[in-house]
C-alpha cells in the first residue's frame, strides 16, 4: 500500500460523504490482508502457524492450561484447539500431562524448545488483529461488537459456527 492509500484510510472522514460501502470495505482489505500477510511472516520465520505461535503464547502465559481451556482463551472450537495440540506435541513443542488425582485431566505444558521458539519468534505472537483488539477499551469493543453484529444481520445464510474457527491463513 502507497503512502497516499495508508493516510486516506487512516485519516478521520470529515464530510459523511467520505464514508461509503467501498471504502468500509477497504478498511476490511487492510485488515485481512496484513493479519494474513503478519501469519505468513510468522511461518517463515517461525516454522508454525500463526494459530499455533498463539497457542504458544496462550501456554506460556497460563502454563497447565487443559485443551478446553485454551480453546476459550482462542475463541476455538475444542476440537480445533485438540487438533492444534497434537500437532504441536509431534512436534515437541508442548507436552501433555495427565493430574494424578483425575487422569482423565490432561494439562498442556511448553517444552524447552517450545519456549525457545517463541523467544524467537515474530512478535505481535497472537497476530496483529487480536493483539490491536485487546489493546481497544472496553467501550469501543463495545461499539465494534454491535457495528460488526449489525453487518452480519445483513448477511444471508451466514455460518456463525466461523467465528470459532481460525482465520484460513492463520491455520
Known sequence: MSQEQSSTLTKSPERKSS???LSVLQRFRVLIRTAQR???WIE???GVTGAQLWALQELNEAEG???????GRMALHQSTASNMVDKLESAKLVRKERTSADQRVVRLYLTDAGRDLLKRSPSPARGVLPEALRLLDEDALMRLQRELDGLLRQIK???EGFGMQPLP???
Request: glycine residues 4%; hydrophobic residues 30%; proline residues 5%.
Open 169 to 171: 491463513f492463520t491455520e
Open 19 to 21: 464514508v461509503s460501502p
Open 38 to 40: 503478519h501469519s505468513q
Open 65 to 71: 492450561l487443559r485443551v478446553g481451556e485454551l480453546a
Open 44 to 46: 517463515r520465520k517461525s
Open 157 to 159: 445464510d451466514l455460518d
